[in-house]
């Protein structure tokens, strides 16, 4: 606000002068760098708004540290950022740095990821991640053939960070649609683990997901010949990564590899759709990225950026407006339109 005063004053006085109009500024932190999904579209958001026309402030908050955030996020209003776009590393650890936010009428819009536990967010943007996590569990129902009973398949199952509600909402999505097959006893998780504490992975962090396979494998005795593994249901790209690493260590190949889902439309994940190693993913990064910069066109000139649905996203303190973009299902025969 100060440099905003300044600048309003120094065109009083001189106002001969040409007028330098005041470049609308949004502040952007995102959760890490270390993920090839989240470095890619920090930068793809950071170009969207200053092909806009906007200026922008790019920070990552290196390895998912959450206090690190809090601090980039404290710097972004201490530098009076008109607009405040936030990729939570932790959705309920921004109470106390976006207050100034909430003093300065700073407006943020949390991006993918809801923040919770504060009024400081005005708008929310992400994609219907229930409908993401059906379409996981959709295609594995479907590619596993369980329609039809007396299926006898078997599974491991993971799940996100626990400290990010898509991680919930994802697993919830996906046992709506294979729960049904898990009662009849047609797909069997086969270590029995389904517990959040059991298959959620800190911090989504693929090292984790990579030494929760090998210990699968180890304690189920999994390999291509005597012990056959089904589906793995893996809520991203990088964890499925992880996973086809280690199936591939013990001789799982192309042919005989799970049906592993995944989500993000990483290279990686494209990658590994292309060889044959994962079924699908999910696209959502070209929606997000338009949207938020619509958002940022209409806040900018004071105006209310479109919402498409204002009842599903409560954060404790008050339920979001909310832009849902739609997921798109990616596979081997349409992941061009992610690249
Ligand atoms: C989630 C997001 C996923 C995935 C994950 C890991 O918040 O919904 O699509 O990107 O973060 O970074």
């Known amino acids: 606000m100060l440099k905003r005063k300044i600048a309003a004053t120094a065109v009083a006085l001189l106002c001969l002068s040409p007028l330098v109009s005041h470049a609308f500024t949004v502040g952007l932190a995102f959760p890490t760098q270390e993920d ?40 972004l209003l201490d530098d009076n950022v008109d607009l405040l776009v936030v990729a939570a590393v932790d959705g309920s650890a921004l ?72 991680a919930k909402i994802f697993f919830k999505g996906a046992m709506k649609k294979l729960r049904l097959y898990i009662d009849r006893g047609d797909l069997v998780i086969k270590s029995g683990e389904q517990k959040a504490d059991e298959i959620s992975i800190p911090g989504w962090d693929n090292e984790t997901a990579l030494k929760r396979m090998d ?49 993000d439309a990483t290279q990686t994940g494209i990658e590994n759709i292309k060889k044959g190693l994962q079924g699908m993913s999910i696209y959502k990064s070209g929606e997000l990225v338009k949207g938020v910069v619509e958002m940022a066109q209409a806040i900018s000139k004071g105006e209310e950026p479109d919402y498409n649905d204002d009842f599903s996203y409560d954060n404790g303190v008050k339920v979001m407006k909310s832009l849902l973009c739609d997921p798109e299902v990616i596979d081997s025969t349409n992941y061009q339109i992610a690249q």
């Open 215 to 263: 210990s699968l494998i180890a304690k189920q005795g999994y390999n291509p010949s005597t012990q056959k593994l089904d589906a793995v249901l893996s809520p991203n790209d990088g964890i499925a990564g992880s996973i086809i690493y280690a199936l591939e260590k013990v001789g799982f190949t192309k042919g005989n590899m799970p049906v592993i889902t995944g989500c």
């Open 36 to 75: 090839p999904r989240w470095y890619k579209e920090g930068f793809m958001v950071d170009k969207g708004l200053k092909d806009a026309g906007f200026k922008t402030d790019l920070y990552f908050a290196g390895e998912t540290d959450p206090v690190l955030q809090q601090r980039q996020v404290k710097r």
């Open 95 to 166: 109470t106390d740095a976006l207050k100034p936010a909430i003093e300065k009428k700073i407006p943020v819009i949390a991006y993918d990821r809801l923040i919770t536990g504060t009024e400081a967010p005005s708008y929310y943007i992400s994609v219907d991640n229930e409908m993401i996590g059906e379409l996981q569990g959709e295609y594995l129902a479907k590619a596993l053939a369980l329609g039809s009973s007396g299926q006898n398949k078997t599974i491991e199952l993971f799940q996100g960070s626990l400290d990010d509600n898509n």
